[in-house]
Each structure stands twice: as structure tokens, then as C-alpha cells.
């Protein structure tokens, strides 16, 4: 992060005189309107004009009404919608230079030159191609008469930023492209209503998704519904696959399984580049294997529907960042992409994302598969290789004679299952017995202990809740009985997977060390929790499958407060201390205001909020949400905040309160649920397996320093363990929370989408990093 050029320039000016444009091209991709709202809605907020182009890069081409201006009302519900509102085409027109000449002639007329276009790699190519262009354009409309020498000097020159608008992940540089993850949900709500109907007739159905180039789609489907096998552009199948295929199948049914599925990204292709249709699959299972077979190809379905809350978050804050850099831009800057990697926003070079795609497009037509999936990029890379892991390798005939236990601990989430399945099943690869403990730290306790195996866990990542059981109990009053049954199963390694429960079980079990020889064994806390409130991690497994549950749950609210005007709508929302919760979902619904208790609030900020929406009735968007965390303020309850803003809205709006409850730790896991437990659960095992290697003494297991008692979590742009002692500094037990929290800096969007005259801190902004410089360390 870098210091701003201009830390003293007040954000609400940066954009006066300017005129931003605003586009979106190529295929529609859900989450599309939340990055044009979003760029409508700064854009005015720091001063300048914003234009919509209607229709992609046509309308851009074809001027007059296409370009019109934006209000800050134009992109009011707009955030929930599928596609794009302001139209997309594919347009052979702007490929010509006269079509291009045609669009400058239009931007220069409306004093336009920052341009900010979201679309796949094709039209972000076409912009920079544009932009380079640009000066020899204004240099034949002199010529041609069309502008004026004056018109050319005061558009002397473009700015172009990109967001990558496309459902397959096809482009490099990014972690998730703007509706990958909605387009996700649309397959796991197909593949769970199929598993239902294939295990009723034991069926092998065979799912056919988008990904004509790329297979990200095919890859994290396949992970997250826990496929028999998966076919993907970037990774053919090795030669005999046909016989591979038929045995693992045969394999799954010998072993009691009801049901086999098969994921084909719709670009498969074998070792001699000839493609794999879900049809030739089909003939290979019928004939071969004589199993009743199903396909179903996806098709256009995975382009619809509402955007998940991952991908309104995704548009809104690179929304942000796109505005930022456009008028942050020089003409020497070169185009840029403003994308998110891992929970931070980043600028990249256009063209090196554009020339890292095309390498991967050369690499699988050279045959250099390996390579393809490197350059990918390391999420990518992750997904394959733990996809392997899990679907791969038989195993092993010789046992390492250890014992790993793996419990819930803490309150029940979507995504507990998923991880705990991987964690069994890489501990089975590795040769381990691995034991369920049920009912947490209690269960221990009384030694509900029991060997689980390959089959126990089969179709466990797409069930909510807990299986194995999971209570709130800490060890300390247990630790007796606990450190015996140890002894007494012969447990070897223990894996919590739970919520502050679980760190804070975790800690006690440590401190236990000294006094019970029992608890020196290699520990691993994976956070799994709604609230996020874990220390040690950025993200917790069930966080984002809460956090769409409140997000389509105030889509209802606010389709309601929509049809009868003038109403307000009070949502609380779980979370105990913390938080995210309450501001994400308030980012990814559009909320007037989000009441935390790490933002501390009084009657005067009560009354600001009351004020903000008086006005706001006086416009044509004629509705409010406010949500607040369930303990945000002990005084400023949720009773009193609803009777607050019933008196002071008397006559102007009415409100009604909604208390969401239990329905936000329910639900089956999104696919973001299902891939983050699943990698972190195997993740979680490979540790162990290498603490008990650096553990081993005389034949016995001991581990007794800080480092052998971990958290796994997600920091910044990685997977990394941290010793559960090292994070007690960073930790608010009275409150159970973190005390430091990334998402708290995001919290400024929220309130300037939602028209609060506030300062965006622009001190800390993304810095233009490289592509190429990732590529030359993707050996390590």
C-alpha cells in the first residue's frame, strides 16, 4: 500500500470538472450492476459527471441516446439483479476503426475521458486498444472536421480501467471475476436437486458446465459436490482414462455409494486435443458398465439469476477502486485492472493479465498442461491439487498406527461437514485411523469416541449443521477426564473445527500441557463459525453462507418496503460481538446503515440516521434498510432503535423491525462453504501429518511447543497456521472478537453507497502490482 500523491485533497472534489463513462460488454455476468452502481454512485459522490453506455461498446459506437447521464436514484435497485441493466452486445462495429473514430467522436462532444469498462478479456482488450489509439483519432476528427481544435486539446487524453465481468474465471491476475461465484451457486442448487433423484434410482449422472477455455467452474463444482471425477480444458485426462474411469466408478458402488457424478466442463478435451462430451461419457458408462446414466448440460441457467452476496461485494468495492484509479491516472500509467486477491483490492497492468490469459491458451494448445495450471494462478493451482488428493489415490496398504481425532466445537454452521469430511479422507490417504468425537469438548469427555471411515462421509459436503454434533462446553472444567480418554483412545492429534469455542478450547488445552503429558500432541483450530469472530483468519467457514441468507432475506424486505413506500425496515442480524455480519450484509443489500459494536454509535448518530432518511423519502426511492448487530449496544437495543425511528418518522415513513434468528446458522453450504472447508479440512491433516513426524521421540508422540498448536486461516492472500499462543494478544476475550479486523476499513463504501457525506480515507490505496512478476515465482 502506498501513501497518497495528494493525502490532503478532499475525495468529494477529486472529481470535479470530470467526466467518467461507464460500460459493460461481452457476455453478462451476474454482480454486473453492483460494479455499475457502485462506479455511479462514487463517481458523483467525489464531483464528477457519470455517463451510462447503453449497450456496450454499439452504444458507444452508435452515440446519441446511449449515452446518457447517471443519477444517483438511476442505479436504485439495481444491486439484486441479474445481468446487466445497462445492456451488453457484442459489437463488430468498434472493431473497425471507423467505429472506434465514431466513439471518440461521441466521448470528445460530452467532454468524456475516463472510461471504465466491465466485460471479459476481449472487450478489455478493445479498450486499450482504444485508448492507445486515441490521440491518432482526435488527429483525423480535426482533420475530418468532426471536432474542433479546442474539443481535441481539452480530451487530449483516455483513461481506462477494467473489471472483469465473466461467470468462467477465465482471466489471469484475478482471484474471482466479477459472477463466478453466483454462476457457482446456480450449479450446486442443480447438483443437490440431481444427487436427490440419483440416489432414489442409483444413477450415475453426468453435469455438463460452462468453461469453454477454462475449466474453474467444472474444478470447484467437482470439489464442492465431491465428484467421482473431473474433466477440464487445462488438465486432460491421462491415456487409458476410459478403463481409469469405469474402474473408480465400479470402486464407488462396490463400496456402498448410491450415486456417481461426473463433472465435464463443456471445453474438455483428451491427451490428443480431441473433446470430451458428456455424451461420449455417457456411452462409455452405459456400454461399459451397463449403470442407469443421466446428463444434463447447464447451459445459459448459470448466467442467471440474482448475484450472490460474494459477487455484490466483489462489484461494489472494485467499483470503488475503479473510480479511484481513474482519476488517479496519468498518461503515463498504463490501462489497468482494479481486481480482488484474496480480501484486498489490487490494480494489475491490463495487457500482463491479458498476455498471462493468452499464455495459458498457448500452453494447453502446446500440449504444456502443467504449465497451464500454474499460470492459472495459485488458486487454481490449490483447487487441482487438492481436488487430486481427495479423488485420486487409493489408500495406502501399509497404516501409520496413528490416531487422529477430529470434533465440532461451538455453535452448528454451514460447512463444518465439508471440512470435516476432507480432514477424514486425507487422513485415510495418509494411512491414519481417524476417530469422530461427538458433541465437542463434552463428548470427549465422556468418551463418545468413535473410528470413522471413507464411506461414513460420503455426500457430507453439501449438509448443513453438524453431523458429528457439536456443543459449547470449554475443557477446562473437563480436563481430567478429557487428558484420559486421550490416553485411553490413544488419540495422537486433535482437529477442532469450531468458533471462539474452539480457539478458546484450543488455548485451555494448551495451558493444560503442564500439568496433563496427555495434551502434548499436534492441535489444529479451523474456524468455523457464522459470526467470523475467530482470531487467526480473515474468514471463518460459515460466515458466507450466513451472510447470504441475511442478503436474499432483505431482498424480500426490501421488495416489500418498495411496494407500499415511505417504510423502514429494521433488521437484526447474529453475530454476538462482531460485526461483519451486520456490514457485509449491509454492503451486499444496499442498507441505509449497519449499527456494530466495534463502530461505537450515540443518540446523535441516531438522529443523523433519522435525518438521512427523512431526505431520502423526499426522493423517488421511497424505502429504507437499516440493520443492526445483535449486540451493537447494550442501551440502543433493536426495540429502541424501532421506537426511535417510528416517533421521529411519524408522518414521513413508518418502520417495522425483523429479527432474523437461527435461519442465518442453517441452510445447506454455499460453494464457497464447501471449497473453504474442504481445502482447509485436508490442509489441516497434511499439518498434522508433519508435526507428528517433527513430534516423534523413542517411540512415542510429543509436542509440547507453541508452534504444535495452531489456527489455520485465511490471511490476506493465504492458507497459514498460527500458533494459538501468538494470538492472544490480538484477542478481545471479553467480547470475543479479534481486535484487529480487516473488513472494518470497508466499512466507508457502505455508507457513501448509501449517500452519507463522509470522508473516504484514500491514504491506503491498491498499488499497480505485477502479473508477470507472480509467473517467474510459480515454481515455489
Known amino acids: 500500500m502506498s501513501k497518497d500523491l495528494h493525502p490532503t485533497m478532499d475525495p468529494t472534489k477529486m472529481g470535479a470538472g470530470r467526466s467518467i463513462a461507464v460500460l459493460t460488454s461481452g457476455g453478462d455476468a451476474q454482480g454486473m450492476n453492483a460494479a455499475v452502481r457502485a462506479t455511479v454512485r462514487v463517481g458523483l459522490y467525489t464531483g464528477a459527471k457519470v455517463y451510462f453506455v447503453h449497450e456496450g461498446y454499439q452504444g458507444l459506437v452508435d452515440g ?9 436514484e438511476s442505479v436504485s435497485m439495481m444491486l439484486q439483479l441479474g445481468g446487466t441493466v445497462i445492456g451488453s452486445a457484442r459489437c463488430k462495429d468498434f472493431r473497425s476503426r471507423e467505429g472506434r473514430m465514431k466513439s471518440a467522436c461521441n466521448l470528445v462532444k460530452l467532454g468524456i475521458t475516463n472510461l471504465c469498462v466491465i466485460g471479459g478479456d476481449g472487450s478489455l482488450t478493445g479498450a486499450n486498444e482504444f485508448r492507445t489509439e486515441w490521440s491518432g483519432l482526435l488527429a483525423d476528427l480535426v482533420r475530418a472536421g468532426k471536432i474542433t481544435e479546442d474539443e481535441a486539446k481539452k480530451s487530449s487524453h483516455l ?3 477494467g473489471m472483469v465481468g465473466s461467470i468462467d474465471n477465465d482471466f489471469c491476475g484475478t482471484d474471482m471475476t466479477i459472477g463466478t461465484d453466483s454462476a457457482l451457486h446456480r450449479i450446486i442448487e442443480v447438483v443437490d436437486a440431481i444427487t436427490t433423484t440419483a440416489q432414489s434410482h442409483q444413477r450415475t449422472f453426468i453435469l455438463e458446465v460452462m468453461g469453454r477455455h477454462c475449466g ?4 470447484v463444482t467437482a470439489l464442492a459436490c465431491g465428484a467421482d471425477w473431473v474433466f477440464i480444458p487445462e488438465m486432460p485426462p491421462d491415456d487409458g482414462w476410459d478403463n481409469h474411469l469405469c474402474r473408480r466408478l465400479a470402486d464407488q458402488r462396490a463400496r456402498g455409494s448410491r450415486l456417481n457424478v461426473i463433472i465435464v466442463a463443456e471445453g474438455a478435451i483428451s491427451r490428443d486435443g480431441k473433446p470430451i462430451s458428456s455424451d461420449k461419457i455417457k456411452k462409455l458408462v452405459t456400454d461399459r458398465l451397463g449403470f442407469d446414466t443421466r446428463t444434463t448440460v447447464l447451459g445459459h441457467v448459470q448466467r442467471g439469476g440474482t448475484p450472490s452476496a460474494f459477487d455484490r461485494i466483489l462489484g461494489s468495492r472494485m467499483g470503488v477502486e475503479a473510480v479511484m484509479a481513474l482519476l488517479e491516472a496519468t498518461p503515463e500509467t498504463p490501462a489497468c485492472v482494479v481486481s480482488l486477491s484474496g480480501n484486498q483490492a489490487v490494480r494489475l497492468p491490463l495487457m500482463e493479465c491479458v498476455q498471462v490469459t493468452k499464455d495459458v491458451t498457448a500452453a494447453m494448445a502446446e500440449g504444456r498442461f502443467e504449465d497451464a495450471i500454474k499460470l492459472r494462478g495459485k488458486s487454481f493451482e490449490n483447487n487441482w491439487n487438492t481436488y487430486k488428493l481427495l479423488a485420486h489415490i487409493n489408500p495406502p496398504d501399509v497404516k501409520s498406527n496413528i490416531n487422529v481425532a477430529i470434533m465440532n466445537v461451538g455453535a452448528p454452521c454451514a460447512g463444518m461437514n465439508a471440512a470435516v469430511r476432507s480432514a477424514v479422507r486425507m487422513g485415510i ?6 476417530l469422530a468425537v461427538h458433541d465437542g469438548f463434552d463428548g470427549l469427555a465422556h468418551g463418545q469416541v468413535e473410528p470413522i471411515n471413507w464411506t461414513s462421509v460420503s455426500g457430507w459436503t453439501g449438509m448443513g449443521g453438524s453431523q458429528l454434533g457439536t456443543k459449547r462446553t470449554l475443557p477446562a472444567k473437563l480436563m481430567e477426564d478429557i487428558s484420559q480418554n486421550i490416553a485411553k483412545f490413544n488419540i495422537h492429534a486433535l482437529v477442532i473445527i469450531g468458533g471462539f469455542e474452539a480457539y478458546v478450547g484450543g488455548l485451555e488445552l494448551v495451558q493444560a500441557r503442564e500439568k496433563y503429558e496427555e495434551m502434548c500432541i499436534p492441535m489444529v483450530v479451523i474456524p468455523a463459525t457464522v459470526s467470523n469472530n475467530v482470531p487467526g483468519s480473515d474468514f471463518s467457514i460459515g460466515a458466507d453462507t450466513a451472510l447470504n441468507t441475511i442478503t436474499s432475506t432483505c431482498d424480500r424486505i426490501k ?8 417504510r423502514v425496515f429494521l433488521v437484526e442480524t447474529m453475530g454476538g460481538y462482531c460485526g461483519y455480519l451486520a456490514t457485509m450484509a449491509g454492503l451486499a443489500a444496499g442498507a441505509d446503515a449497519a449499527y456494530i459494536f466495534e463502530e461505537k454509535f450515540n443518540i446523535k448518530d441516531l438522529e443523523v440516521n433519522v435525518e438521512h432518511l427523512l431526505e431520502k423519502m423526499k426522493t423517488t426511492v421511497k424505502r429504507g434498510l437499516v440493520l443492526r448487530n445483535e449486540n451493537s449496544n447494550a ?8 421506537n426511535l425511528y417510528s416517533e421521529e418518522g411519524k408522518g414521513i415513513f413508518d418502520c417495522r423491525k425483523n429479527v ?5 446458522q442453517g441452510g445447506t453450504p454455499t460453494p464457497f462453504d464447501r471449497n473453504f472447508g474442504t481445502k482447509m479440512g485436508a490442509k489441516s491433516v497434511l499439518w498434522v501429518t508433519e508435526k507428528l513426524k517433527e513430534c516423534y521421540r523413542h517411540g512415542r508422540i510429543f509436542a509440547n511447543t507453541p508452534a504444535s498448536a495452531c489456527v489455520l486461516g485465511m490471511k490476506k492472500r493465504a492458507l497459514t497456521f498460527q500458533p494459538l499462543a501468538d494470538l492472544k494478544g490480538d484477542t478481545d476475550f471479553e467480547h470475543r472478537i479479534p481486535k484487529t479486523q480487516w473488513w472494518l476499513k470497508i ?4 455508507k457513501i453507497l448509501a449517500k452519507y457525506n463522509i470522508k473516504l480515507d484514500t491514504s491506503e490505496h491498491a498499488d499497480m502490482e505485477h502479473v508477470i512478476k507472480k509467473r517467474t515465482t510459480l515454481g515455489n
Open 159 to 161: 483513461n481506462i480501467v
Open 64 to 72: 446519441g441516446d446511449n449515452i446518457r447521464p447517471a443519477t444517483w
Open 660 to 664: 432474523l434468528g437461527h435461519m442465518q
Open 635 to 642: 442501551n440502543y437495543t433493536t426495540d429502541f432503535i424501532f
Open 747 to 750: 466499512r466507508p463504501i457502505m
Open 559 to 566: 421488495q416489500s418496503a418498495a411496494g407500499t413506500k415511505r
Open 429 to 434: 490417504i495418509q494411512g491414519h485411523n481417524m
Open 216 to 219: 474453474y467452474l467444472a474444478l
